[in-house]
């Protein structure tokens, strides 16, 4: 398996209240990316981030913020959780940008569940 | 931005069937990409295609990139029970990746 943990790997968390999940790479990829995933719908990309203090958003940006402070850790913030915010989060990194390359060369995590109430 | 429709949704299928699934799309891709998601885990790249027409095999599984570009297909031949979870497609084109919602296999012993 790629090194990648995803934590917490549950939480519920009351609406309004701030939420970090985190993600942590001990492969020294440059990218890394997070995604959300729920019933019907393909994952679909937050924010990513492209090397040390370097982000950009993705499809569904709002409600969320990301902080890449070292190259192995990609948090992803939601300021003040929403109902709509109860999803699976996935983490994924890879060597090259899977933005340009198409992909193929990107690691999931396991995953945090998130439940906002 | 594009869509990607995953069909069938779900396969309920006995052990030792063989098994086919699409993904189709109204917008043309580069690339497709199969992924397989066990329960509790993250996906996991199965297959990856490159060119329009391109058959690619791994082990019991065959993926091919439809020659309009707008579609792919992945097939299971002789399914063991290992072979549930949700398989997942994913298509990319000018820096833009799109995945389908998942095919739920559950194989029958």
């Known amino acids: 398996d790629a090194g990648i943990t995803q934590s917490p790997r549950h939480k519920v968390t009351e609406t309004g209240t701030p939420v970090t999940l985190r993600c942590h790479q001990t492969?020294?990829?440059?990218?890394m990316y997070w995604y959300r995933q729920d019933p019907g719908h393909g994952l679909r990309l937050i924010h990513y981030?492209?090397?040390?203090?370097?982000?950009d958003k993705g499809e569904v940006s709002d409600g969320y913020s990301v902080s890449r402070s070292k190259t192995e850790d990609f948090l992803l913030t939601l300021e003040s959780a929403t109902s709509s915010q109860t999803s699976v989060y996935f983490c994924?990194?890879?060597?090259?940008?899977?933005?340009?390359?198409?992909?193929?060369?990107?690691?999931f995590g396991q995953g945090t569940r998130l439940t906002v109430v | 931005g594009q869509q990607l429709n995953q069909s069938p949704q779900s396969m309920f299928i006995q052990e030792g069937e063989d098994v086919s699934m699409n993904c189709t799309s109204s917008s043309i891709f580069n690339t497709w990409l199969w992924y397989k998601q066990d329960p509790g885990e993250g996906p996991v790249l199965l297959i990856a295609?490159?060119?329009?027409?391109e058959l690619t095999s791994n082990g019991r599984l065959t993926a091919q990139f439809g020659i309009t570009r707008k579609d792919s297909f992945l097939n299971i031949s002789a399914s063991i029970p290992s072979d549930v979870g949700i398989y997942f497609c994913a298509g990319f084109i000018n820096n833009d990746m799109r995945f389908g919602a998942g095919t739920r296999l559950t194989v029958k012993p």
């Open positions: 981030s492209y090397g040390v203090k370097d982000t």
């Open positions: 994924a990194i890879s060597e090259f940008n899977i933005l340009n390359t198409g992909g193929s060369e990107a690691f």
């Open positions: 492969e020294n990829h440059r990218y």
């Open positions: 295609l490159y060119k329009a027409g």
